[in-house]
């Protein structure tokens, strides 16, 4: 069976279930009584292309997707491991730049890898600590679902680079949100969390899965993000398919008993998989898995 | 400039120079008051190719190169984190073998990410705990340099593979050794060490920068592994260069007062540079460096 008939989740259960590696679906996995690790690849032509993106930006983005995924599980960012393959016709000043991005998510870079590639690979290992690190697998019937911030504005700013059209939204694609703070004050209560990387569809069906319930979100509760409802128009699409079909708004979900100071976008039920409702009447919706 | 003018080592000492990086020179990365972690990535044509290596090797040799980072830092490995970058078509299965050769090396696979792909991309990070880290920094002059094993196995191997030769040193190349017993003996009195990832000629040269002193290493005391003067008389291959030049030996080289049970090849004096001796006369060799 190949790959893209597994799709990428099937993939790493399978994993799972052979014993071949331990939490590899969670966000960042827990090594040492206090220390959470986590580490993301992005490559050239898949993840980003260099005529979309600065190298400062790029090296921001490697680096913060990773802090996503600490902040998913409550950490406090220590340390990042910055691993490229790079063509030897590269100019060292763009990768001195794309350090440089990376440098400005204030966490220091501890050490890496460079070596020679056909195109740019980068592979960034993040290291947190944290005392309380909520899973996947603990949400239960009865908890209200939160987000961090409002969705859709990374989907918008893509639309607006592949159409050439400039945009304060290209930002939020470029540059993702450092939710840190928000991570570490929600995993004192969440039973479930993780980071909104591929989608709001997608990453609530990784949290149903795990914790055995069935996720209802209200399509009019999920909170969009400023200029997204008129890009929506300007090319036809809907507004709900970019805040919750597309990805990397990197937003914390969180199936927590007590909303707090969060958006409450829906609650878990018994049952199982993902229901958007949209004037009480269930819609359709799907994420982005690799390799499918 | 280009990467390929200033090479993998200038780069990184530019990164250091410039803040942005700290200790990237090293084989792996304090972060907290006894962890140590490294990052190494494989990309299919620059590190590997399929038709010479099965996915099971190819999953060891990832996970082995690392875990020998750790050991060449005194360390005990506790776990790795595995992300690939994967064509689409990829067998499942191949996959999996990858998995089963990385758990052959016993320590566990906490998580990681897997990403589609034009080609194989490996990056393994490992982590691991030690009380006492040698860098590469503090070899003095009088310091012994000793190997923790023969040389020359895994390039010898190398040529089988290019010319199409059974050999038993071909698993050598394949198939790393993990010092992690020798690395936390020699921890214990070492000024500085590394492994033998590049070659004794370039990772010497990596100790004599770092610690400001000239290392002189007789050939006459290297230590060649069986069936490697063979190989090196087969294909008119110089012994030396095979055992000193190549690399991909992952054996522990280390700076200390006494040589313990190790084979000395060498010792440090005032000066710079890495001086080869043989019968007491100055040779050269050169090494294996990225981009150049």
């Known amino acids: ?11 790493l259960r399978e994993l799972e279930r052979r014993g071949l590696a331990q939490r590899i679906a969670n966000d960042a996995a827990r090594f040492a009584p206090d220390f959470v690790v ?26 913060a997707v990773n802090i996503s995924d600490l902040a998913a599980s409550g950490a406090e960012p220590e340390a990042l491991i910055v691993s490229l393959g790079l063509p030897g016709e590269t100019e060292a000043n763009d990768v001195v730049e794309l350090y440089e991005g990376v440098a400005e998510t204030g966490v220091p870079v501890l050490g890496g890898d460079t070596t020679s590639a056909d195109r740019l690979y980068l592979s ?3 290291l947190g600590r944290a005392e309380q690190v909520p899973g996947r697998d603990g949400a239960r019937p009865g908890d209200l679902l939160v987000v961090s911030g409002p969705l859709g504005a990374s989907a918008a700013g893509f639309h607006c680079l592949k159409e050439g059209l400039e945009s304060p939204l290209v930002r939020s694609h470029l540059r993702p949100p450092l939710r840190v703070a928000e991570g570490k004050e929600l995993a004192g209560t969440a039973h479930a969390m993780l980071d909104i990387s591929d989608g709001l569809a997608s990453d609530a069906l990784r949290i149903a899965e795990r914790s055995g319930c069935r996720l209802m979100i209200e399509l009019e509760r999920v909170p969009v993000a400023d200029g997204v409802a008129e890009i929506a128009r300007q090319f036809d699409l809907d507004v709900h398919s ?11 979900l969180a199936a927590v008993p007590e909303p707090g100071r969060f958006t409450v976008v829906g609650r878990c039920e018994e049952g199982e998989g993902v229901v958007f409702l949209r004037d009480g009447q269930p819609v359709e919706f799907s994420g982005w898995e690799h390799f499918r």
Chains 1, 2 share one sequence.
């Open 124 to 126: 960034v290992t993040a």
């Open 1 to 11: 069976m190949r790959l893209s008939d597994l799709g990428e989740f099937g993939f």
């Open 38 to 63: 986590t580490q993301d690849a992005l490559v050239e032509g898949v993840h980003f292309r260099l005529d979309w993106t600065s190298w400062r930006d790029l090296g921001y983005k490697a680096a």
């Open 242 to 252: 970019l805040a919750c079909g597309f990805g990397e708004d990197y937003e914390l």
